[in-house]
């Protein structure tokens, strides 16, 4: 194999996922351990999380739980210190734990607002920092953040989710620049539709068509396309890479 795919190999480093009990969180998760990274998955469904787990340590590789609810800074603080006593190290944080409300901008309610800020953006910010803080010591580490392609559109109903994903890719920026000393890289993956159980509920009729009409591509992506924007972004071959946003979405950016 030539010296340049190597960099690409994830074998034995140490990966994070927020949100990794279902969609693109669980396939992010399995996707990284069969890379060959050893998982530390999180969510607040131990049961779910398990699954993961027997399916991470078929392939080989080392699986912990750490069933933390990221809207809470004292949970999050409970993640780092696991790590440091289980791993000891981490190279990679996905933050992929989102929770997403459609509804029109005049009926959204205070909970509504919370719950999705409190998840997407204030537990984003906070794991970043915790697990941040080791990767300092370090002196290296991958952060990945999960946008949209909503951050640059907008689609009605989804105000909120878009102002805090149009919030993330702004975060993203300013940890990269921060963090560069530390050798922290600091970057968003940002999807267009995913096809994933709790959106095949919505994403259907006239609103599938909908936002069909909207990727050049045809088709609504899969949990497995975003995999390769993964690893690369996981990886030492993206090691010049920080403060981007990388959409992986169809063409649904530049055809709006
Ligand atoms: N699906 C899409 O079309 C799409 C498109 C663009 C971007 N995204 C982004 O991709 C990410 C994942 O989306 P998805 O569709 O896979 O979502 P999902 O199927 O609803 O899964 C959300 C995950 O987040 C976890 N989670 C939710 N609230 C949490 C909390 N307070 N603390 C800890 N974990 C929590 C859930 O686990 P528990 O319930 O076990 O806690 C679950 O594992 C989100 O950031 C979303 O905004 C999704």
Request: hydrophobic share 40%; with cysteine; aromatic share 6%.
């Amino acid at each position: 194999m030539p010296d340049h795919y190597k960099k690409f190999d994830l074998h034995d480093k140490v990966a994070v996922i927020t949100g990794a009990s279902e969609g693109i969180g669980r396939d992010i998760a399995i996707g990284l351990a069969e890379a060959g990274c050893d998982i530390i998955i999180c969510s607040r469904r131990e049961e779910k999380l398990l699954e993961v787990k027997e399916i991470a340590e078929k392939n080989g590789r080392k699986a912990e739980i750490c069933v933390i609810d990221v809207q809470s800074v004292s949970e999050i603080e409970k993640l780092k210190a696991f790590i440091k006593a289980t791993t000891g190290k981490v190279d990679i944080l996905i933050n992929n734990a989102g929770c997403a409300v459609t509804k029109p901008a005049w009926d959204v309610s205070e909970s509504d607002w919370d719950t999705m800020v409190d998840t997407g953006f204030k537990g984003l910010f906070f794991c970043c920092q915790a697990v941040g803080s080791i990767m300092r010591e370090q002196k290296y580490g991958k952060i990945i953040n999960l946008g949209s392609t909503f951050s640059k559109s907008i689609v009605p109903g989804r105000s909120v989710y878009g102002g805090i994903k149009a919030g993330i890719d702004h975060l993203t920026e300013a940890l990269a620049m921060e963090w560069a000393p530390h050798g922290i890289r600091v970057n968003t993956l940002a999807p267009t539709a995913v096809s994933t159980p709790s959106r095949q509920v919505t994403l259907q009729g006239p609103i599938l068509e909908k936002v069909l009409s909207r990727i050049p591509l045809g088709r609504l992506a899969t949990p497995e396309d975003l995999l390769g924007a993964v690893i690369y972004l996981s990886s030492e071959a993206s090691d010049f890479v920080t403060g981007q946003t990388l959409f992986v979405d169809g063409g649904w950016v530049a055809a709006s």
